[in-house]
């Protein structure tokens, strides 16, 4: 089998490479990836099958190099994003691009060559924020964030090319996933990294907003068993294990790696901040899908990882482009 990875240079991408490389021996992977600040060679570095894999760097929006990469392709496996909401805030217009144009690209291309299954790897967060209860996967999408929004507007894409093509997709949509290979510029990661420098963690507005934490490896599982056995033109909501405000999180990250209080800093909200996600998973689980892992276990071999490769999140973090993004992103919240 021959699988198109988008995005495989990235978080769940990089995480998701690893772990079909060393489950199925017969998969070769081509990964198309533009290599954005998020994409990190270095995130595949020793894996298992490394010969089977084939990075060619370039973007999701153009359709010759899409073309070209979706030649002999049995299957896709999108996850080529903009993926940070706060960056979508500051400047919505690269979000676009990629969540949305880059989509229809690849949709594209996929009915040219009669791909066999595409799926497209969404989010919780095009739900919106859910009061009580747990979003089922026919519920309204109601998205808060620019990126958000721009991935509901891909998953309608994908919709409307399964109704009006006929085109074998599937959609997964996760909660928050955290693990290795996770930028340093989402909540764990910030929080593990600063804490080991001995810096504070900024905690958005009263820290009372809740999110469902997978580990990573669990959400690869996930889509694993959508692409092989998911019922075509459906959507699976894929949930985690522990449904935590950002202040319990802080808690437990703080007890384990033994922190001070006074690490945590209490700063102005995030603009829409969306109050509480939840998924309702009973779909994916009448696929067969089940956690290996619970959260403290997970969370405990992630802060293990952070602390044993210290030199990959000191690159990234060392970097300028990082060092202005921190700055600028965090210079005009307020301490509260
Ligand atoms: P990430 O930001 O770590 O990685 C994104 C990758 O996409 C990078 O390697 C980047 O170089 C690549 N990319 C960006 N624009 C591109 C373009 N135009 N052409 C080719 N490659 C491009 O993101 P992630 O956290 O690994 O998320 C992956 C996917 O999973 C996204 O679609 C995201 O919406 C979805 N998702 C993420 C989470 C989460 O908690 N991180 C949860 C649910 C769903
Ligand atoms: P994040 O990792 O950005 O994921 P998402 O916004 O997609 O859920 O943030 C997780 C939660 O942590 C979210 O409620 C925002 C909060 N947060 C902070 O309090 N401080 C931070 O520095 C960051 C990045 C996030």
Not at 235 to 255: C, D, F, M, P
Request: proline share 3%; hydrophobic share 35%.
């Amino acid at each position: 089998m021959k699988l198109l990875v988008t995005g495989g240079l990235g978080f769940i991408g990089s995480n998701f490479v690893r772990h079909t490389l060393a489950k199925s021996h017969k998969t070769r992977i081509v990964n198309l990836d533009i290599r954005t600040y998020a994409g990190n060679p270095e995130n595949l570095k020793g894996m298992k099958g490394a010969r089977r894999h084939q990075w060619i760097k370039g973007d999701i929006a153009d359709p010759k190099v899409v073309d070209r990469a979706m030649k002999g392709v049995d299957a896709v496996v999108h996850f080529a994003a903009e993926s940070h909401v706060d960056r979508s805030i500051t400047d919505a217009g690269a979000f676009l691009r990629t969540n949305v144009l880059g989509t229809q690209v690849l949709l594209d291309a996929a009915k040219k060559h009669a791909v066999r299954r595409f799926v497209h790897v969404s989010t919780d967060e095009v739900y919106g924020s859910v009061a009580t209860g747990a979003s089922r996967e026919n519920d309204r999408l109601l998205p808060n964030s620019p990126y958000a929004a721009s991935k509901a507007a891909s998953d309608l894409l994908v919709r409307s090319y399964f109704e009006t093509h006929g085109m074998p997709v599937l959609v997964t949509r996760c909660s928050n996933n955290f693990g290795p290979y996770q930028f340093p510029e989402k909540a764990l990661p910030v929080m593990i990294t600063n804490w080991m420098d001995g810096e504070p963690f900024p905690l958005y507005g009263d820290g009372l907003n809740i999110r469902d934490w997978i580990h990573v490896e669990d959400h690869c599982r996930g889509i694993d068993l959508v692409l092989r056995k998911g019922k075509l033109g459906e959507i699976y909501n894929i949930g985690g294990t522990a449904s935590l405000t950002n202040k319990q999180l802080v808690e437990r990250v703080r007890r384990i790696m033994g922190v001070d209080a006074s690490l945590v800093e209490h700063v102005t909200d995030r603009l829409g901040h969306d109050r509480r996600y939840a998924v309702n998973c009973s779909k994916i689980k009448r696929l067969g899908f089940k956690h290996s892992t619970t959260f403290d276990r997970a969370l405990k071999a992630t802060i293990e990882w952070y602390w044993d490769n210290q030199s990959w999140w000191r690159k990234l973090k060392g970097k300028t482009g990082y060092k202005s993004y921190y700055k600028k992103q965090y210079k005009g919240l307020a301490k509260r």
